[in-house]
């Protein structure tokens, strides 16, 4: 099986770990670290899989990742007492129902499921 995980830049694997994990529901697949600030955090929901990664140094800053899901909804309802949420559900014209949140560390988590 063939696939592709996004790795998204973090300042603190702690504090990464307590967004994506403690808020945001995923659980740690591997944590690669010394200190618990600095060095690799993979996480997983479902069929979901993001490596966080602290300082990832070289690499572009404020990324964004899309979640597709069965649902927008559902996550947003979970997730809205939780985290920070930029915006409600909405239809796109493109045909999904999306809503985005920024981590701690201004990227963006894009969650997008069909039109209800």
Known sequence: ????????????????????VDRLGFTVRFEATEDGTDGLLGVDRGGISITL??????????????????????YYDEWRDRVEIRRPPK??????????????FGNTIFVM????
Not at 57 to 69: N, Y
């Open 91 to 104: 239809n796109e014209p493109w045909g999904a129902r999306t809503f985005d949140v920024i981590d701690p």
């Open 53 to 74: 990664d602290c300082p990832m140094s070289g690499h572009g800053r404020e990324a964004c990742v899309s979640l597709e899901v069965e649902n927008a909804d559902a």
């Open 1 to 20: 099986m063939e696939k592709a995980i996004p790795v998204l830049p973090v300042d603190d694997l702690s504090v990464a770990k307590e967004f994506y």
């Open 113 to 116: 499921g069909p039109v209800k």
